[in-house]
């Protein structure tokens, strides 16, 4: 009669366990940015970053009401593919964030949303919806 062999079950096990985890923080942030206790403010994409084996990452930074934060991620698939003179036009450019109140690094930024030249510079302003002008 033999033993089963428990070794390989562990890297299954680690496996699942990771891929537990991962599902949590989608939903968790997720959950977070459609709470209540969201805001949006203005940031400002400071700069890009591709690589051979990564996605392209657009760098922003934006205020939460305590202090500056400065975050990369990836870019949408509209971007994939592009060359840098299609980014370079972003650089410098300000467009709303949205983020939670409770945890300020769940944060997206609305590319499709730029600031107004009316409140381009409230860089600490917070607003409870996209304002309009």
């Given amino acids: 009669m033999t033993k089963p062999k ?3 079950y562990i890297p299954i096990g680690i496996i699942i366990l990771f891929g537990i985890y991962l599902i949590w923080g989608v939903s968790d942030r997720n ?3 459609t709470e209540l206790k969201t ?8 700069d890009y970053k591709r690589g051979a084996k990564v996605s392209p990452s657009w760098t922003y ?20 593919g592009k060359s840098d003179s299609d980014w370079k ?5 300000k467009f709303f964030v949205k983020y939670s109140a409770i945890k300020p690094l769940y ?7 730029p ?19």
């Fill in 6 to 8: 428990i070794g390989k």
């Fill in 31 to 33: 959950e977070k940015l």
């Fill in 39 to 46: 805001y949006y403010t203005v940031g400002k994409i400071i």
């Fill in 61 to 80: 930074e934006f205020y939460d009401g305590e202090k500056i934060r400065e975050v990369s991620h990836f870019m949408d698939d509209n971007f994939s």
């Fill in 89 to 93: 036009p972003y650089i410098g450019k």
């Fill in 107 to 113: 944060n997206e930024i609305y590319l499709d949303k």
């Fill in 115 to 133: 600031a107004p030249d009316s409140i381009v510079k409230c860089d600490k302003c917070k607003f409870e919806k996209i304002p309009t002008e």
